[in-house]
């Protein structure tokens, strides 16, 4: 049954009676609720938004439609934490239906001045004759967790050259001016990022677009976040359109980053390096970053890609977050590596060493459906090696290193109930190495894959059965030798 415009784009005081008890009774009922990752409490989650530490606690928003799992009308749900570790939901943060947000608060960012969060998001908006119109609008949070939404944008028009697809504004500071990038398409449909400069987060000047080598790479950039490091520049971007290329691009939209020099903000000219993707895996999408008091980068994605149906989608409820990864430059890489604060999620630790000798072996205690697992394989002279997780007698995750061809694998071909799967079920990266380290974070339908210390990752939704729950480690044509650690969670 098709969705009209008025169905998809309701507000929560526009729910029928008895929906939204219906619809978390439903959720409630779900066998796939995640145990530790940020997931809506009815409807659908997309981007993060507004993530940022202000008075002692980190604060982290999300696009958020409480009413079905179809994108609709969007909220900014608000969740905060202590120590990026354990979650606490707050509530609705931004709501949307004032004339400048009429059909939706879309993704924005947050910065801290003067003892306020400041959050600048996208309005979205309809006229009657269903005509797109972007506005940047701005919402102070004060020390009390009161938010509210300025009267009017703080930027009301889109430029000329560029079409009303003009989104996801991320702000910094840098020598007393503020900043902000956002995500823009040109006329000419290829996408790109425009610069704006204000002195106070309230008065915008438009300065020009983003001075980048990629004139033509796809027709829309989404979620950018320009930051500095090592005294380098990063500029992280998702854009849409791309074209698999080989184990590249395979995914329906991709998330990305660029690394050079540091952005000539007078010149908005960026020195940069090739685009190399985030995530190697199925459900990565709509990344932000935010500083820690300590100087780390944190990041967390969109677990989740637009344009993607889940087995939860007739359940009532749709997508989370990633875990919270901590950013680190290597020889003009991103190393992404999870928090050490989720050490603090570790409950009973079951170990493990052996020799794997061409089979496939279970080990006593290592099972389950949370849980924390690192696997470390040093190769001797196997052609393939690995673990299966999640797995039953009719289900299994594989997570494999091709020796031969020096790839990682990730296969969720029999994860359990199918995914769309128009582009695939495995994916695969290019690694050398003799001696590979995978580390995995497995929620109920879902996994994070570490490999090497963070110099690749995997991230995936996968929907088995609650009785799969066997690890299994394999070699093939050889001998591995495996050392195992698993966490309960």
């Known amino acids: 049954m098709e969705i009209t415009r008025e169905e998809k784009y309701r507000k929560l005081e526009q729910a029928y009676p008895g929906e939204v008890e219906s619809l978390t009774a439903l959720v409630g009922k779900s066998p796939w609720r995640q145990l530790f990752h940020i997931q809506p409490p009815t409807g659908l989650l997309n981007d993060p938004n507004g993530f940022t530490f202000f008075q002692g606690e980190y604060h982290l928003f999300y696009q958020w439609f409480p009413l079905g799992t179809y994108h609709g009308m969007k909220y900014w749900y608000h969740t905060k934490s202590m120590d990026l570790a354990h979650w606490e939901n707050v509530g609705i943060g931004i709501e949307p239906g004032g004339p400048y947000d009429s059909h939706g608060a879309y993704s924005g960012s947050g910065i801290v001045k003067d003892d306020k969060l400041y959050l600048m998001y996208t309005g979205n908006s309809r006229d009657e004759?269903?005509?797109?119109?972007?506005?940047?609008?701005?919402?102070?949070?004060?020390?009390?967790?009161?938010?509210?939404?300025?009267?009017?944008?703080?930027?009301?028009?889109?430029?000329?050259?560029?079409?009303?697809?003009?989104?996801?504004?991320?702000?910094?500071?840098?020598?007393?001016?503020?900043?902000?990038?956002?995500?823009?398409?040109?006329?000419?449909?290829?996408?790109?990022?425009?610069?704006?400069?204000?002195?106070?987060?309230?008065?915008?000047?438009?300065?020009?677009?983003?001075?980048?080598?990629?004139?033509?790479?796809?027709?829309?950039?989404?979620?950018?976040?320009?930051?500095?490091?090592?005294?380098?520049?990063?500029?992280?971007?998702?854009?849409?359109?791309?074209?698999?290329?080989?184990?590249?691009?395979?995914?329906?939209?991709?998330?990305?980053?660029?690394?050079g020099e540091?952005?000539?903000?007078?010149?908005?000219?960026?020195?940069?390096?090739?685009?190399?993707?985030?995530?190697?895996?199925?459900?990565?999408?709509?990344?932000?970053?935010?500083?820690?008091?300590?100087?780390?980068?944190?990041?967390?994605?969109w677990m989740g890609i637009p344009e993607s149906n889940y087995p939860t989608d007739n359940q009532g409820w749709a997508n989370c977050l990633t875990l919270p990864r901590e950013l680190?430059?290597?020889?003009?890489?991103?190393?992404?590596?999870?928090?050490?604060?989720?050490?603090?999620?570790?409950?009973?630790?079951?170990?493990?060493?052996?020799?794997?000798?061409?089979?496939?072996?279970?080990?006593?205690?290592?099972?389950?459906?949370?849980?924390?697992?690192?696997?470390?394989?040093?190769?001797?002279?196997?052609?393939?090696?690995?673990?299966?997780?999640?797995?039953?007698?009719?289900?299994?995750?594989?997570?494999?290193?091709?020796?031969?061809?020096?790839?990682?694998?990730l296969d969720r071909s029999m994860s359990g109930e199918p995914i769309e799967s128009a582009y695939g079920n495995v994916r695969r990266c290019r690694l050398e190495a003799d001696k590979v380290k995978f580390q995995l974070f497995v929620d109920t339908s879902s996994v994070e894959v570490f490999v090497n210390d963070g110099e690749e990752v995997f991230t995936s939704r996968i929907f088995p059965s609650e009785d799969s729950t066997e690890i299994r480690f394999f070699s093939s044509g050889g001998v591995v030798s495996l050392e195992a650690s698993l966490w309960r969670i």
């Not at 449909?189 to 001075?211: H, K, Q």
């Not at 903000?265 to 895996?281: A, M, W, Y």
Request: aromatic share 12%; charged share 25%; glycine share 6%.
């Open 129 to 259: 004759n269903w005509v797109r119109h972007s506005y940047q609008n701005l919402a102070v949070m004060d020390t009390e967790g009161e938010i509210i939404k300025r009267s009017s944008p703080v930027i009301d028009s889109v430029p000329d050259g560029y079409t009303e697809h003009f989104r996801d504004p991320k702000v910094w500071e840098s020598e007393g001016s503020y900043y902000c990038l956002i995500g823009a398409q040109r006329t000419n449909v290829t996408g790109c990022a425009v610069m704006y400069r204000s002195p106070n987060l309230i008065d915008w000047t438009f300065e020009g677009e983003m001075v980048t080598k990629l004139d033509h790479f796809g027709y829309m950039w989404e979620c950018p976040d320009y930051f500095e490091m090592d005294d380098q520049g990063v500029f992280l971007f998702s854009p849409q359109g791309l074209s698999p290329e080989e184990d590249a691009f395979n995914n329906i939209y991709q998330s990305g980053y660029l690394i």
């Open 262 to 301: 540091k952005l000539d903000v007078s010149t908005r000219l960026f020195d940069h390096g090739p685009f190399q993707e985030l995530d190697r895996g199925f459900d990565f999408y709509a990344q932000q970053t935010t500083k820690a008091p300590d100087g780390r980068r944190i990041l967390v994605g």
């Open 328 to 409: 680190i430059l290597k020889e003009d890489k991103i190393i992404q590596r999870p928090v050490r604060e989720l050490e603090q999620l570790r409950k009973e630790q079951s170990e493990v060493k052996s020799l794997l000798r061409d089979e496939t072996r279970t080990f006593p205690n290592f099972t389950g459906t949370t849980y924390e697992l690192i696997c470390e394989f040093t190769n001797e002279n196997a052609q393939q090696f690995g673990v299966e997780f999640r797995a039953g007698e009719n289900e299994k995750t594989v997570l494999c290193y091709d020796h031969l061809n020096k790839k990682v694998i």
